[in-house]
């Protein structure tokens, strides 16, 4: 299958910035859409941003302006650049991305879809 290990989380104070990181291993053959979510003790998991493999993004209305996601396909990794946090950003943010791999011994193209382990972001007031 294919891993994904997320990076860059941390304590930051409100108005600061924090660089997330996620790189995907495995047998890949291509990855479509990677694309950061986040969920706060006791909400549900919220999309944060998405970015294709051609580079269109999307976003949260919350995180507009603030928070830019890009993506290096030569090492199949996504980042997330937050700038001007908010306590309200507070939340474990989770990698998550999808596409296709080697299964089968390596012989056969398969479907994945994954997701990391989450990393937690604080900001203080």
């Known amino acids: 299958q294919v891993q994904l290990l997320e990076s860059g989380g941390g304590l930051v104070q409100a108005g600061g910035s924090l660089r997330l990181s996620c790189a995907a291993s495995g047998r890949i053959a291509s990855i479509n859409a990677m694309g950061w979510y986040r969920q706060a003790p006791g909400k549900q998991r919220e999309l944060v941003a998405t970015?294709?493999?051609?580079?269109?993004?999307n976003y949260a209305d919350s995180v507009k302006g603030r928070f830019a996601i890009s993506r290096d396909n030569a090492v199949n990794t996504v980042y997330l650049q937050m700038n001007s946090l908010e306590p309200e950003d507070t939340a474990v943010y989770y990698c998550?991305?999808?596409?296709?791999?080697w299964g089968g011994g390596g012989v056969s193209l398969r479907d994945f879809r994954s997701w990391g382990q989450g990393t937690q972001v604080t900001v203080s007031s």
């Open positions: 998550n991305a999808g596409g296709k791999y």
């Open positions: 970015i294709t493999s051609g580079g269109t993004t």
